[in-house]
């Protein structure tokens, strides 16, 4: 069944307008009319079936038949991203609505290129914001990831209690392997997840972490580039969490 997001309250019962670009997609692309079901989400936690009771020009109105069984994430996974390609970071946001996070914020480290922050203009996280929602709507998830605006990694709030604070970095003798954040989730409401740029992080950003007890992971001998180190980190860790990698 189809999906869509759209932003309105969904009340089994109730009659709903949707409008353009989605009633475009609906009626133009898809091929849909009058009798055809799709499930609607907005972003609650629910996830609705609803039929296509009229097609207007630019006008789609359905009716909420049924609320469905939906499936939580679990954890909040909360991803911070040094910024590097757009073209890398719309990937990163695609796949990683895919598994699962709550939120992804782009950050400025001490070898971020100037290049890749001057890129990041407002309309691009606005094309993240929207490569979100496709994502949601495709992957079958609920909840559309926060796309935040850009930070710089000293300005964040880092070592809270209730959140667990994972850097993802290669090479260092303090680090961890995966399997020592078994035992680590059972307390925490969320966790952060941090990604370097080209070039990694600095040793100098590292010992930041560390003072903030932040958990340094290794994934390996094999050095991974920072978009693909993101999505594989955040599968582990979904995996790990729902106890898949026992």
């Known amino acids: ?35 055809d079901y799709f499930e609607l989400f907005n972003n609650t936690g ?23 069984k939906t499936i939580q994430d679990g954890i909040e996974i909360n991803v911070y991203q040094s910024i590097i390609k757009i073209s890398k970071l719309e990937l990163i946001v695609d796949k990683l609505t895919e598994i699962g996070i709550s939120s992804f914020t782009p950050i400025i480290t001490e070898r971020t290129q100037k290049k890749d922050i001057d890129s990041l203009s407002e ?42 604070d994972i850097v993802f970095y290669e090479n260092y003798e303090y680090a961890k392997k995966l399997n020592y954040l078994k035992n680590q989730f059972s307390d925490k409401k969320s966790i952060s997840v941090f990604i370097g740029p080209v070039g990694g992080f600095s040793i100098k950003e590292i010992e930041y972490f560390r003072s903030k007890e932040s958990i340094v992971i290794n994934l390996g001998n094999t050095i991974f580039k920072s978009d693909t180190a993101s999505i594989i980190s955040v599968a582990l860790l979904r995996n790990l969490i729902s106890g898949n990698l026992d």
């Open 123 to 164: 309309n691009k996280l606005k094309r993240l914001r929207k490569i979100s929602i496709e994502s949601s709507e495709q992957s079958g998830k609920v909840y559309i990831p926060i796309i935040s605006s850009i930070k710089r990694l000293r300005n964040l709030d880092i070592g809270s209690p209730d959140n667990l």
């Open 46 to 68: 629910n996830s609705y079936k609803a039929k296509i009771i009229n097609c207007e020009a630019n006008l789609i109105k359905c009716l909420i038949e049924d609320q469905l």
């Open 1 to 35: 069944m189809y999906r869509f997001f759209i932003n309105s309250d969904l009340i089994k019962g109730k009659e709903i307008s949707i409008e353009n670009p989605t009633s475009h997609q609906i009626k133009n692309v898809l091929r849909m009319n009058e009798g």
